[in-house]
């Protein structure tokens, strides 16, 4: 396995480094993410896909009364879980992996104020229902928020789907779709210069 397939599933020693590095390179992609979620101090929060766990602390800096938790399907990911108040409640019990990582959510209905997924879309199989477990975990009009540093828009992009196996790059209108159809609305897409992408959506409320 080439060093670069640990941006997908990080293992062993490599894996590790690839976790501190992605906490450091990252965190310019994910700080501009967040400008564009809105969240109450007091929300609960899921990371899908947390990595180290540097957007877990970020999201308690923005949201200080919160319940952050993280998730994630490597075994060397250590973000582990951040919260200030008791947990949300299983469902069925086990650990949680993220959404792409196989089966559903360990979490009840209509839990989290806000989800996000930061620089992991990419790797999720079977996105439709991957979304749809997101929605399902989520409050009504609960926010979901997505942040890409590729949007497809540029030609070093398809260069990394060469390098890393199982990676898709979607644009900004083709999750907007995916959103749609799993349940959301008021789906916002913003860009910036460098071609970092953010797609936003809100659970349809009954």
Request: hydrophobic share 35%; with cysteine.
């Amino acid at each position: 396995m080439s060093f670069f397939e640990n941006t997908r599933k990080p293992v062993g020693l490599g894996g590790k480094l690839m976790v501190a590095m992605m906490n450091l390179g990252h965190s310019p992609v994910a700080r501009w993410g967040l400008q564009f979620l809105n969240a109450a101090l007091d929300a609960k929060v899921l990371d899908c896909g947390c990595g180290g766990g540097a957007n877990m602390k970020r999201l308690l800096k923005k949201c200080p009364q919160s319940i952050v938790k993280g998730i994630d399907y490597s075994p060397v990911s250590g973000g582990g879980e951040e919260e200030e108040s008791p947990p949300p409640p299983p469902r069925g019990g086990g650990a949680a992996p993220p959404p792409g990582g196989g089966g559903g959510l360990a979490f009840a209905d209509d839990w989290f104020d806000a989800v996000t997924a930061f620089e992991t879309v990419y790797f999720w199989p079977d996105l439709p229902q991957c979304f749809r477990e997101v929605c399902r975990v989520l409050k009504p009009d609960g926010t979901f928020l997505i942040c890409n540093e590729s949007s497809g828009d540029t030609d070093k992009d398809e260069k990394w789907t060469e390098i890393i196996g199982g990676m898709t790059i979607y644009s900004g209108d083709e999750l907007k779709t995916f959103l749609e159809n799993a349940g959301f609305c008021n789906v916002q897409i913003h860009k910036n210069k460098m071609g970092w992408l953010c797609v936003k959506g809100q659970k349809r409320e009954e």
